[in-house]
């Protein structure tokens, strides 16, 4: 199975400041990752898929790159409704898996 | 607007069964993979199964934890989802989310997810 690691595991940090989280995978899975935002009590929320691209409806502040083992998500300019916990998951082969999550909280 | 709404989360004992089903309109269901996804309490999300559709054969994929225990069916003509879950132990306690997947390039990526329900497993 291929393992995701998530860095940092949790990140105090304010609005306005740029956040980068990072996901690395236990083998190459070229370009076949998603990120999401999961709000406490609320379903996830897709963010990026196939590493780079956004999702439809979610704000230019965050953007994804990265392939084979190595990704980043970024979020230019925290905003309060950004505080949340983020994933990512591959979808280069089955089992599918997910990361351990990046929670994001106010300094 | 595309909706999903999952139902049948209980309280069962260790050993026993249990079957979730998903709703959903406001999209063609028969041209979408549907993913069950789970989260136990304080936990990180992890994924258990899913199902293809028709143009895959209705092929179906599981996480290891699950397989053998846990079965996921379709009904496109109800525009439903279900998961029937078997032999179910302590560890199997979570949200039970069903999402359905959109297709980009060669993979399908989860877009919309249901709000979840809950299975407790205990006695």
């Known amino acids: 199975d291929i393992q995701l690691t998530q860095s940092p595991s949790f990140l105090s940090t304010s609005v306005g400041d740029r956040v980068t989280i990072t996901c690395r995978a236990s083998?190459?899975?070229?370009?076949?990752l998603a990120w999401y935002q999961q709000e406490p009590e609320k379903a996830p929320k897709l963010l990026i898929y196939a590493a780079s691209t956004l999702q439809s409806g979610v704000p230019s502040r965050f953007s994804g790159s990265g392939s084979g083992t190595e990704f980043t998500l970024t979020i230019s300019s925290l905003q309060p409704e950004d505080f949340a916990t983020y994933y990512c998951?591959?979808?280069?082969?089955?089992?599918?898996?997910f990361g351990g999550g990046t929670k994001v909280e106010i300094k | 607007e595309v909706q999903l709404v999952e139902s049948g989360g209980n309280l069962v004992q260790p050993g026993g069964s249990l079957r979730l089903s998903c709703a959903t309109s406001g999209f063609t269901f028969s041209a979408h993979f549907m993913d069950w996804v789970r989260q136990a309490p304080r936990k990180g999300l992890e994924w258990v199964g899913r199902?293809?559709?028709?143009?895959?054969?209705?092929?179906?994929e599981y996480a290891a934890s699950v397989k053998g225990r846990f079965t996921i069916s379709r009904d496109d003509s109800k525009n439903s989802l279900y998961l029937q879950m078997n032999s179910l132990q302590t560890e199997d306690t979570a949200v039970y989310y069903c999402?359905?997947?959109?297709?980009?390039?060669?993979?399908?990526?989860?877009?919309?997810w249901g709000k979840g329900t809950t299975v407790t497993v205990s006695s």
């Open positions: 199902t293809k559709s028709k143009t895959y054969s209705y092929t179906t």
């Open positions: 999402a359905k997947s959109v297709r980009w390039g060669d993979r399908s990526y989860m877009d919309v």
């Open positions: 998951q591959q979808l280069h082969s089955y089992p599918l898996t």
């Open positions: 083998q190459g899975i070229s370009s076949y």
